[in-house]
């Protein structure tokens, strides 16, 4: 089976419902670019903090992907001027509330699958998280959540953009290996916990119950500038709509809507038999 990538696979954001507020809202287009990375040269482009903005989940760089962006007091007509390579700006409003994670109501896809035969229909899905949420970082999430700081820093890999910064202020301060990774932006460091929060959940997947409650941490020790991690529900059993497939020469393509918070790749896997 393979996925011709970045148009193989698209993915189109369902928004939330957003009240008045100072910020811009439009439609980020992009191709071969991860969220995080699209809306810094945004910022960069524009000569504003990268903390104006918010999206209310991460899309994958590999894929085709449309969703909802804020920008705090950026003006409409700041952004109609830029002109990136892969990124697109479309459907500005301006006078929204900011957005927040999870705040989308859900993610419209469609995916080719080439060099398949046989699916298993998409019934009681167990809804785990997909491997994307992972990025090898549930160790480091581990690491952290124990307060193990040389532990994480053992698994950086040292060539990475951000981990250069880890080791440059080891070389001056060595063994205070808490400050060297409070270099890393504290929302890639989330990230860490969060994946390691949803490896722990995936493991204890028990779907003859209808909600699960994930692993919460009140405080990472050292760490009090992350905030709280909460365990909130999750539904065992993933809602798949619209579900449609037509058959193609070399495979299939696959149409269908999730809610927020659920991943098409542990549903491909599925249907392709893979659980």
């Known amino acids: 089976m393979n996925i011709p990538r970045p148009d193989g696979f698209k993915v189109d954001e369902v928004p939330g419902d957003y009240s008045r507020g100072e910020c811009s809202h439009f439609t980020l287009l992009k191709r071969g670019w991860n969220t995080l990375d699209a809306v810094k040269l945004i910022a960069k482009k524009l000569k504003v903090s990268v903390k104006r903005f918010r999206v209310a989940g991460l899309k994958d760089k590999h894929a085709v992907t449309t969703q909802r962006v804020s920008a705090w007091r950026v003006p409409k ?24 994670i999870g705040s989308h109501k859900g993610n419209k896809f469609r995916i080719v699958l080439e060099g398949v035969k046989e699916l298993r229909k998409p019934v009681k899905v167990p809804n785990y998280f997909g491997k994307q949420r992972f990025g090898g970082n549930a160790l480091l999430g581990k690491k952290l959540a124990e307060s193990d700081w040389e532990g994480a ?111 098409a790749t542990t549903l491909i896997d599925y249907i392709l038999k893979k659980h």
């Not at 109609?80 to 957005?99: A, N, P, S, T």
């Open 77 to 100: 007509k700041r952004l109609e001027g830029l002109d990136l390579k892969g990124i697109k700006i479309l459907d500005i409003k301006e006078g929204l509330e900011r957005i927040s």
């Open 153 to 263: 820093v053992r698994l950086l890999n040292p060539r990475g953009s951000y981990e250069r910064k880890v080791f440059s202020y080891l070389r001056k301060r060595p063994g205070d290996y808490l400050g060297a990774l409070k270099r890393v932006d504290k929302k890639i460091r989330r990230l860490w916990v969060n994946a390691w929060q949803s490896k722990q959940w995936n493991q204890k997947l028990d779907t003859s119950k209808k909600t699960q409650e994930l692993p919460s941490y009140k405080e990472i020790t050292g760490m009090p500038e992350l905030g709280s991690f909460p365990g909130n529900e999750r539904e065992t059993i993933m809602k798949v709509k619209d579900y449609k497939i037509k058959k193609l020469k070399k495979g299939v393509e696959l149409d269908f809507t999730l809610p927020s918070g659920c991943y």
